[in-house]
């Protein structure tokens, strides 16, 4: 389609677009389509899909979606950069004489397990079809999409998968027996007819997005009827939806139409074509293996014989990188062996091979350290991060020790690490000790709030937005990690740490002023109900009037002398002495105490709420919870589980350094004017610090 407007015309119609009014016509259209959907009503889902993908706020928006990724153009070279050419691509994006182009294929090799991945890149324009058209059919499929599908979906992520295994998996009458399927070259096998009679969207559209082919090499191979492109856009949400109702036609297979069901034997969870069938008996469990092979055969699928087994739970299980298995009653998850030496062997190599400085070394190790522990951590992964620590040091000792063959190995050591408080060796600068190499084991595990499985993310916008809210306020992400930083991870109400297992929020420092990252602070949740008290702390004095700045006074002169009422309110009559006596005598590092144990040293039962919320441990002014006990004793919460009834506490010094005095001045004779200068600067430092 040629369009004959000038660029100047084209550039100044882009940049005047309301974005964020392009974006709720969008989401107001999708809700109608959503609810059309769920009511089955196809003359109404076709008239608002016709709708979305004519719009041409809409289409701004599937260019502007497309030039804001980073993969590289498709066979014509073609990016849009400029304003008028991304304005003249949206004009263009019409369904009228539409012919894909065949997508460009290139060769990728997976650098920590070798394998080759073979992507196809469509160009940007059809990469726009793509986006646009998935407005339209993304509802659709959302509507009848299986509750338990966590890949692909808004919302929902691989943590809420890894949830709902835990859920079918604790219990007394829990299942015993997983069929873990995988299915052989899925994306490849799809057959297109199967997805041209069902999937529902506009067929001459889907076919040309099928049937474009590729070009490798300079060589052209056309479609053969089956397979999908992982690098198109639609691709992961046509192959969700070649696998819904899956389910469904496990339970009716195993139960028939008539007979009641027992929800828990036949439970499916799926993430994208990684499914995980639960059952009660070996029998439901070869059975439902069967049902799975026939459901795919309609779809031109098959399952790999070798990858597909039915596990006891009890000799455990792996899914999306963690092990499962029940011992003793208790499921435990942890990642798996295999993710374990896979991302060791991904470090030892970054080490080996790094040829930057020390300071990038370290922001690259740190960086994939981060990550993994941050997928990991809602698992019982201490065994492992502790496992992964120890190969990391490893690997860099014995890259410096390559680096330096003739110095001695202490010397080596003292040049690149240097050793903290509690005793271990960090590898930092040695000019900024606060660069320095991450420890998974400080991470402080958690457990995951799942998704609501009923929730529709085009109906429900207000719960799917608060989600990714408080997910990005809870692990500190986008323009919420200044803030943290900024607080040095402390709540700004009562000024102490933040620990990883407590509801943070985020609140406004000054609400005459609009939100923003400068007028934002983070605060523990508990800490909301104090909130009038800081606020009225924190007024400028000079608004008061003198009889307000006498009265304060007289309440000052009248509290007792600081730390006399912490000694009061902690006494032996405190209902948590018993604890806090414990850890007292503790010298341990680590202490872990399971919840009978804690109430036989406090000589009384907890509160009911102990076992039930996370609250009941955390921290709060002006009230004397169980927190004290450890805080005052100079512990911080490490890991509490309130399924298993136990919680782990660590040894913090903040802002305490151990002094190591040299040999030198130990073992050799100090001329006198150095041991004047010694002395003379130690009662500074002592003055100064107040030591």
Not at 69 to 84: E, F, K, L, M, N
Request: overall charge positive; proline content about 4%; aromatic content about 10%.
């Amino acid at each position: 389609m040629n369009i004959t407007f000038p660029d100047e015309f084209l550039a100044e119609q882009w940049d005047s677009i309301d974005w964020d009014a392009a974006a709720e016509k969008l989401a107001l259209l999708q809700e109608k389509l959503t609810i059309a959907a769920f009511g089955r009503k196809e003359k109404t889902i076709r008239k608002l899909q016709y709708q979305i993908v004519n719009e041409i706020d809409i289409k701004c928006l599937a260019v502007r979606h497309v030039v804001a990724s980073t993969s590289g153009p498709g066979i014509d070279g073609v990016r849009w950069r400029t304003s008028a050419e991304k304005m003249r691509a949206a004009i263009a994006l019409n369904p009228k004489d539409y012919k894909a182009q065949p997508m460009r294929q290139i060769l990728l090799v997976v650098k920590n397990t070798g394998k080759e991945r073979r992507p196809r890149l469509p160009t940007y324009f059809d990469r726009a079809m793509n986006v646009l058209y998935g407005y339209a059919l993304i509802p659709v499929v959302e509507a009848q999409a299986e509750r338990k599908s966590f890949a692909f979906r808004q919302g929902r992520s691989s943590q809420d998968a890894h949830a709902y295994v835990l859920e079918a998996l604790k219990g007394n009458n829990a299942p015993e027996y997983v069929v873990c399927a995988d299915i052989k070259s899925y994306f490849a096998s799809i057959q297109h007819s199967w997805l041209l009679e069902h999937a529902p969207m506009d067929k001459k559209i889907l076919a040309e997005f099928l049937r474009a082919g590729y070009v490798f090499a300079g060589e052209l191979f056309p479609s053969d009827g089956e397979g999908i492109s992982e690098g198109s856009n639609l691709s992961p949400y046509l192959g969700n939806f070649v696998l819904d109702g899956l389910q469904k036609y496990i339970y009716r297979g195993l139960y028939g139409t008539s007979a009641p069901q027992d929800y828990a034997d036949g439970n499916l969870i799926r993430f994208a074509d990684d499914i995980r069938i639960f059952v009660r008996t070996k029998e439901k469990g070869e059975r439902a293996i069967e049902l799975l092979e026939d459901f795919l055969a309609e779809r031109g699928l098959r399952l790999s014989p070798e990858k597909t087994m039915l596990c006891n739970i009890n000799e455990g299980m792996t899914f999306l990188s963690r092990t499962y298995i029940r011992k003793g009653g208790h499921i435990y998850s942890y990642p798996s062996d295999a993710a374990v030496e896979r991302f060791i062997a991904e470090l030892r190599e970054v080490i080996q091979t790094n040829t930057k400085s020390q300071r990038a070394l370290i922001e690259t190790l740190n960086k994939k350290l981060k990550g993994w522990g941050a997928y990991h951590r809602y698992s019982d992964a201490e065994e492992a991060f502790r496992r992964v620590d120890a190969a990391v040091q490893t690997a860099l000792l014995d890259a410096a020790m390559a680096k330096h063959p003739k110095l001695p190995k202490p010397k080596v050591i003292s040049r690149y690490w240097y050793r903290e408080s509690d005793g271990r060796h960090s590898f930092a600068l040695p000019d900024d000790k606060s660069i320095r190499v991450t420890r998974l084991a400080d991470t402080i595990l958690l457990q995951h709030s799942k998704v609501k499985t009923n929730a529709n993310p085009f109906v429900e916008r207000d719960y799917t937005e608060s989600r990714g809210h408080e997910r990005a306020i809870k692990n500190v992400t986008g323009p919420y990690k200044a803030i943290w930083e900024r607080q040095n991870g402390r709540c700004h109400y009562c000024g102490r740490p933040i620990l990883g297992d407590q509801v943070r929020t985020i609140v406004q420092l000054d609400i005459s002023k609009p939100p923003s990252v400068k007028n934002s602070a983070y605060i523990h949740k508990i800490c909301v109900v104090n909130e009038f008290e800081l606020i009225r702390t924190a007024e400028d004095i000079t608004s008061m009037r003198p009889y307000d700045v006498l009265k304060a006074l007289e309440e000052i002169s009248d509290k007792p002398e600081p730390g006399t009422r912490r000694k009061r309110e902690i006494n032996e009559k405190w209902k948590h002495y018993g604890f806090k006596k414990y850890l007292s005598d503790c010298t341990a590092a680590s202490v872990t105490l399971t919840f009978r144990e804690i109430e036989e040293l406090d000589g009384q039962p907890m509160a009911a709420s102990a076992r039930k919320s996370m609250g009941w441990w955390s921290p709060r002014t002006n009230c004397n919870t169980i927190a004290e006990a450890w805080l005052t004793e100079g512990y911080v919460l490490h890991n509490l589980d309130l399924e298993k009834e136990k919680i782990t506490l660590r040894r913090k010094e903040e802002g305490i350094a151990r002094l190591q005095v040299p040999r030198a001045l130990l073992e050799k004779k100090i001329p006198e004017n150095a041991i004047f200068e010694l002395e003379t600067h130690m009662d500074y430092i002592i003055k100064k610090y107040g030591l």
